[in-house]
Each structure stands twice: as structure tokens, then as C-alpha cells.
């Protein structure tokens, strides 16, 4: 079955950095959208940043210039490098995946990774 697999979340210190990836496994023939979301304690879930298969990027507006999103697309891997974070990008993050099956996408999610900025 479709397995997301994240790693590289951990403790930071303000401005320091951290970089998250995103595996996806399990008889996948192509990925569409993948992107990272986060949620903070009491607060919704929101959009960090994803990209397209045809690398066409989006990011929110609290981490433009400071995070970057990419993929590999032989590895069916997407990244988050985050650069001067902020005690306010605490939260748990979340990578998710459009997988290709036939003709129809399905959403999938990972199990999410800790991410704390903290002095």
C-alpha cells in the first residue's frame, strides 16, 4: 500500500534551520501535487508550500523567502528546506501526495513530523 514517510523535523533554535523530507513508496506509478502543510497547537491545519509534477510552486505568505519546497521525481521525494525559523513555525508537519492511479488522483498523508523553534 501507498506509504508517506517523513523525517527531519527536531528542535531548532530561532534562526536556525532544518530541512524535511517526504518519501512516498508502494507501487506508485506517477505523483502529482506534493506539498506540506502544518498545524499548531488549537490552530487549523494550513498550507506551507507544495509543487506541481510540473514544478510550478506555491508558498503561504509567513514563509516566502525563508522556505523552499523541491522534489525528486526518480525518488518520488518532496523537501522543505526551512531557513530563520521562528518560534512561530512550531507545529506538527504534515506531508501530503497526489497519487496517480489509472486515470484518478488520491490524497494521501504522512503521520507527520515535529518541528519545534525554540531557545
Known amino acids: 500500500q501507498v506509504q508517506l514517510v517523513e523525517s527531519g523535523g527536531g528542535l531548532v533554535q530561532p534562526g536556525g534551520s532544518l530541512r524535511l523530507s517526504c518519501a512516498a513508496s508502494?507501487?506508485?506509478?506517477?505523483?502529482?501535487?506534493m506539498g506540506w502543510y502544518r498545524q499548531a497547537p488549537g490552530k487549523q491545519r494550513e498550507l506551507v508550500g507544495a509543487?506541481?509534477?510540473?514544478?510550478?510552486?506555491s508558498y503561504a505568505d509567513s514563509v516566502k523567502g525563508r522556505f523552499t519546497i523541491y522534489r525528486d521525481n526518480a525518488k518520488n521525494t518532496v523537501y522543505l528546506q526551512m531557513n530563520s525559523l521562528k518560534p512561530e513555525d512550531t507545529a506538527v508537519y504534515y506531508c501530503?501526495?497526489?497519487?496517480?492511479?489509472?486515470?484518478?488522483?488520491?490524497?494521501?498523508w504522512g503521520q507527520g513530523t515535529q518541528v519545534t523553534v525554540s531557545s
Open positions: 509543487i506541481t509534477s510540473g514544478d510550478s510552486i
Open positions: 501530503n501526495a497526489g497519487i496517480v492511479f489509472g486515470l484518478r488522483a488520491y490524497a494521501y
Open positions: 508502494g507501487g506508485i506509478f506517477s505523483v502529482n501535487t
